[in-house]
Structure formats: C-alpha cells, structure tokens
C-alpha cells in the first residue's frame, strides 16, 4: 500500500484545473465524503475532487437506494466537507426529484448547493433528457459533472445495480448521450458500470475528462465511494470496488475491546481519571460529615 504524501504545492482545484490536468494525460482522482473528518483526509491525500454523493442515503443513511434521499439531506453533508477540504474541487449530487420535475426546480437546486452547501459544482443523473436543464444550470454560472451508465436513481427503470450498456444499442444510445451532454455544457462526465473498452471510447471522443467507476482504466480519471475502499459499508461490495482498509472490522474489535474492558473494570485506568486535591477532597468529607450529624 502506498504512503505517498500529495504534491507539496498545491492549488484550489477548479473545472479548469481538471480539464488542463486531463489534456495532459494526468489521471483525475475523486472519491466521496460526507463529513468533516473524511473530508479532511481524502484532500490532505491530494486527491483531486470530492463527491458529496447521494450514495450517502446507502452507506451513512442505512435506505436501501438512493431514491429517499432530500436536498436537506444532501445539504447538511455538504456544509461539513466544504468545512474540511481545502483543494479539492467540490462537488454535489443533485439528489432524486430535485432536478427532473422542471428545469427551475433544477436551477434552484443546483444554486443551494453552491450558496449553502459551499459546492463548487454539482453532478446529476441522465442523458439526452436532462439536456435542457444542464444548459439552464450551466447558464446560471455552476458547473455541471453529467452521470451515464449505471444511474442509480433510476434503479427500478434499470431494474436493479448491474453493468449497463452492454449490448450494441445500449452502447451506441450511452455514446450519443455522452456527445449530447458534452454540448449540454457538462465539464466532465462519470460512467459508471460499464464495459472497460466502451468507458476508453467515450473518453477518447469527448474532449471533458470521464471519471469511471467500474468504467475501465482507460477513463480520464477514478471515483470510488470512500466507505467502500475504507471497508466502512459492510452491507455488499461492488465487483468493481478495490478495498483498501478493513475499517468496519476494526471498528468490531475496538468496540469489542472497550466494552470488555469497561466490564472487566480496566476502563477508565487511572491514565483516564481526573484527581482532587487531598487537602479539598478533605475539606468535602468534613462538609459532609458535617450534614450528616
Ligand atoms: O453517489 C455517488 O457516490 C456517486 C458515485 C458513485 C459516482 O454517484
């Protein structure tokens, strides 16, 4: 495992500086956070951008999908990470229902995001049918990341969390999408869950950087979601998921070993506990002695 610390010098990333990075061939690290402290580590790691993700209604909120997921709900974890990350370029994901009714709901959302949540950008699920409305939240000043392949939000339509795009259809459909939403103004696209070699062709014919998940290595840069690589989320593990901690073992035993240590007595040691001075610890007794008679 590597300890490599990031670039000494370090600047704000902007869409800018993701864009410029990509024409130079520099592979675009992100990864999700939802709080302060992860927040923190993952831009003291020098990793390029943070996704506030909705896939935080799974791993922080225990709902089975994606869908119950609110703005409040995405707003209150925004607020914390934007608190804890310095560099990274910041994301929001525009959570279900708060972009597809109308395009004004869409551009109202994606402003909360940046003047209460402290976003840079956000992202939102869909292709050739959200088009109107990236335009009109792009045409407000906020930059938008687009989201094709496997949308969880749409996961009754796609009838579950598996790889899309896997026929010649499915994969000439997504090709277009991803053209369409490039001319939509979107600044970068994630795919997710698709085959490796169609996740190198879309990225080779989009000029905006493509962030994979489960896309392959021949996209312009990762995203994976922080409490998988932890081993924080416990409930099921993405084939496409590289687990680089076991946190939510560790965090079994050391729950485990305070409790038996907190039954057995040896917690809290004498390390652990605040005295009183002799001379006022006996000056309470004769307080007390003096009640008492
Ligand atoms: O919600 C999320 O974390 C995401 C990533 C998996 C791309 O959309």
Redesign the pocket.
Known sequence: MSSAAPPAERKKVTTNTFRLKAARGEILT?L?AYDYAVASAVDRAGIDSI?V????GMVVLGYDN?LPVTMEDMLHHCKPVARGAKYALLIG?MPFMSYQASVEDAVRNAGRFLKEGGMDAV?L?GGRERTDAIRAIVGSGIPVQG?LGLT?QSVHQLGGFGPQAKTSDAAIRLLEDAQLLEEAGCFSL?L?SIPARLGELVSKRLEIPT?G?GAGPGCDGQ???TYDILGLFDRFTPRFVKKYADFHGEMARAISAYREEVESGMFPAQEHTVEMPDEDWGRLEEWLNGREH
């Open positions: 992100m999700t996704l993700g909705d896939s935080l994606t994901d992202k699920e989201h969880p994630v997710e962030i998940i995203v994976l979601v």
